[in-house]
């Protein structure tokens, strides 16, 4: 018989009643090492008291009006990532899936109003993640992700990943955009190299395509920077934002230029959620960590740190691993043995780590998280590795 809730995920045996900083507690009592952070969401940890604070404070002001009318919680988040962004204006969703259909959407709209309604093709790449909707996994085009729900959403073309030869000879007066992660996360923590990423920009301005960076994982200070194509110093004309932008609460959000959301004039998209005072307050209060200077370059140090750690953790145990890869607090490891036996041996351990493709599992622990919670990880990956040897 079915299971109440959806069978749609493969669980693990755990129920997790209470967390905090970078741990969690089972509901038998015991203590996990998270370095997950529900998938690179929890950006400051688990119960942090200024998102506490926040939600808090708003959620006995008023939770919801709708975007019928003006929300001051919306616009001083948005004034925020304006500020601190390449963005002109912001439209917010409640997750990555959300925000990879309206950025499709603006793609397409941007042509059509300049009278170029034949371009319609969003370029992607091999091993991506854009969501689970119909253009999420249509933009992705895994057979993995695809399978069974076809007839797929038309005008996306697929191309290797890092193939910049495949790419030019792609673009054609059909191209509408360029869709891709600046460090690909499901894809199994593969960045793309700065002069990839200025490679894409120069292209991009020299045919006019539009440029569309997926950040929903990598950015919020995952890699040291606010977003991680700043490492490159490029910028694009629209850019998917989620997971950590809400430190745990459902947020997510679109970025974009003046120019690139001309064509998104009133009636042209919506959300009843997106965008509504809980969640907009407490991404108020992400914000003014991950964007000061001195909270990123402490991510940068930690980041450091560990890097390190594990370096030493894949030359202590070559027959499990291979190498460290990834970028900041957005980490992988890829595995000579099964990656799903580590993830298993992990648990065992009382280490939370998350599984990717290419064989890879992710670490991508809290921005804040301690000195000492680091050492703790390496012990217990330590240990998990042992075991799995």
């Given at each position: ?6 069978p749609?995920?493969?669980?693990a ?5 209470k ?20 998938i690179?969401?929890?950006?400051l ?11 808090t404070?708003?959620a ?55 009278g ?27 057979e ?8 797929l ?18 673009i054609?007066?059909t191209?509408?955009?360029i869709?891709?992660?600046?460090v ?26 539009l ?9 919020m200070?995952r ?18 934002v ?33 965008g ?11 914000m ?17 740190a ?59 622990p809290?921005?804040n ?21």
């Amino acid at each position: 018989m079915i299971s109440s809730v959806l069978p749609t995920y493969n669980r693990a045996p755990f129920s997790f009643v209470k967390g905090e900083g970078s741990w969690l507690t089972e509901a038998d009592g015991r203590r996990f090492l998270d370095l997950g952070a529900g998938i690179a969401v929890n950006a400051l940890g688990h119960a942090h008291p200024d998102l506490v604070a926040a939600l808090t404070e708003q959620a006995q002001a008023l939770w919801h009006v709708s975007n019928l009318y003006q929300i001051p919680q919306q616009q001083a988040l948005a004034d925020l990532l304006v500020e601190h962004t390449f963005a002109d204006t912001v439209f917010f969703t409640n997750s990555g899936t959300e925000s990879c259909e309206l950025a499709v959407k603006m793609a397409r709209k941007y042509w059509y109003d300049k009278g170029q309604p034949d371009r319609t093709d969003i370029l992607t790449f091999s091993g991506s993640f854009h969501g689970r909707s119909s253009a999420g996994i249509a933009a992705a085009g895994s057979e993995k992700m695809t399978k069974g729900f076809g007839p797929l959403l038309p005008g996306f073309v697929h191309l290797p990943w890092g193939d910049h030869e495949a790419l030019k000879a792609a673009i054609s007066d059909t191209s509408a955009a360029i869709l891709i992660e600046p460090v690909q996360g499901e894809g199994g923590i593969r960045p793309l190299p700065d002069q990839c990423l200025k490679g894409l920009k120069a292209l991009a301005e020299e045919t006019g395509v539009l440029l569309i960076f997926d950040e929903v994982q990598c950015g919020m200070g995952r890699t040291g920077k606010l977003f991680a194509h700043e490492w490159a110093s490029v910028t694009p004309d629209i850019m998917m934002v989620a997971k950590g932008i809400g430190g745990g609460f459902p947020l997510g959000a679109v970025l974009a230029t003046e120019e690139a959301a001309s064509g998104m004039t009133a009636g042209t998209h919506g959300s009843t959620y997106g965008g509504n005072p809980l969640g907009c307050a407490v991404g108020i209060a992400v914000m003014k960590h991950v964007a000061d200077p001195e909270f990123l370059d402490g991510v940068n140090r930690r980041a450091g740190a560990l890097r390190q750690k594990l370096e030493g953790l894949v030359a202590a145990h070559p027959t499990v691993f291979e190498e460290v890869r990834g970028q900041g607090l957005m980490l992988g490891l890829k595995c000579v043995v099964g990656n799903a036996a580590v993830v298993q041996a992990g648990y065992e351990a009382q280490v939370i780590t998350v599984p990717a493709a290419d064989n890879v599992i992710r670490l991508l622990p809290a921005l804040n998280i301690t000195d000492a919670d680091i050492a703790e990880a390496i012990t217990r990956l330590d240990a998990a590795a042992t075991a799995v040897a």
